[in-house]
């Protein structure tokens, strides 16, 4: 399981280091491709393969799907970690996110979210708010 938060900096070359607790998790090759909220979704090639599958059964009929599936596949790239635990974000992925000089892993249980640390203190500061409300509406449908 993948939980926590973890603020790391981005080198000159676009590398960062994957924290050591969530490297043994995750394994030695990753896929990192568009989340949603301005954030990068980072998964184990072993659960990317559930999700991509699962994506792939949407079918091409329905545009909605078509889109979907444009936007999280064909953006995503199998990254290796290095020795050193440091991977590699590509230019792309590295723009849609606005990731700058340092940046924060969330663990959110099967993926890890890959955010500009500006962002993601915005973003989290926005949901605290809102927490209360969204327990309430989960409880609603019984989700929690």
């Keep these: 399981m993948l939980i926590g938060e973890y603020t790391q900096t981005v080198d000159e070359k676009k590398r960062t ?42 079918g091409m009929l ?5 889109g979907f599936n444009r936007f999280m596949l064909a953006g995503a790239v199998e990254v290796d970690v290095d020795a050193s635990g440091r991977i590699l974000i590509p230019e792309h992925l590295k723009s ?37 409300q969204m327990a309430s509406k989960l409880g609603e449908i019984g989700a929690i």
């Design 62 to 66: 329905d545009a909605t799907s078509r």
């Design 96 to 132: 849609f996110a606005s990731i700058a000089d340092k940046v924060v892993f969330a663990g959110v249980f099967n993926r890890l979210e890959l955010w500009d640390e500006s962002t993601w203190k915005s973003y989290k500061s926005k949901v605290s708010k809102e927490a209360d």
């Design 17 to 58: 280091s994957l924290p050591v607790k969530f490297r043994k998790v995750i394994g030695k090759s990753i896929v990192i491709t568009h989340g949603l909220d301005q954030c990068l979704f980072v998964y184990s090639t072993k659960e990317w393969q559930k999700i991509a599958e699962k994506l792939g059964g949407l």
